[in-house]
């Protein structure tokens, strides 16, 4: 089965999971599993926008580790930062074909090679990102982002 054919497959899956269930932790939980469970990636998570309060400017805030599946991870990850922080400050989907080569690439694992951040965007607002790492070099392409942007649309 192609990728194209294992998204399509999975989409209707995340949707039934999702369905109803306004609680976006627990549905961020069951979407991480079911991705890392289909492609078996290296991690497979949520980083959160972790507000002080809603006053604060965004570059004071960090993200929060969320629901993932994988080894530890980083705690927080700082506006700007790091392949999450970048996406984040971007409001979108960040493919890096090689973490090595990316300019302030934060390491939590040293076997992970190449990273997708997709940003899960609430009324113009990121709230949150999905974060996948492989310890393939160049594993995501413009399909993995295609069909992560629809998953993260519906969480």
């Known amino acids: 089965m192609s990728k194209q054919e294992t998204y399509q497959a999975l989409l209707p899956q995340i949707e ?17 599993a079911a991705l890392h469970e289909t492609f078996s990636f290296w991690w ?5 926008v972790g507000r002080q309060n809603g006053t604060a400017p965004v570059e004071s805030v960090q993200l929060v580790l969320g629901p993932f599946q994988g ?13 999450c922080g970048t996406a984040w400050q971007r409001a979108e989907t960040v493919i890096v074909p090689n973490v090595h080569e990316f300019a302030g690439h934060i390491a939590c694992s040293s076997a ?25 070099f160049n594993t995501f392409d413009e399909t993995d982002k295609y069909y992560l942007e629809q998953i993260c649309s519906r969480i």
């Open 112 to 136: 992970s090679n190449s990273e997708i951040v997709v940003p899960v965007i609430r009324h113009n607002q990121v709230v949150a990102v999905l974060d996948i790492d492989s310890t393939d």
């Open 16 to 32: 039934s999971l999702v369905a109803g269930e306004k609680d976006e932790i627990a549905n961020m939980a069951n979407v991480a």
């Open 44 to 48: 497979t998570g949520f980083y959160r």
């Open 71 to 83: 080894p530890v991870a980083c705690t927080r990850i700082p506006y700007g930062k790091g392949v």
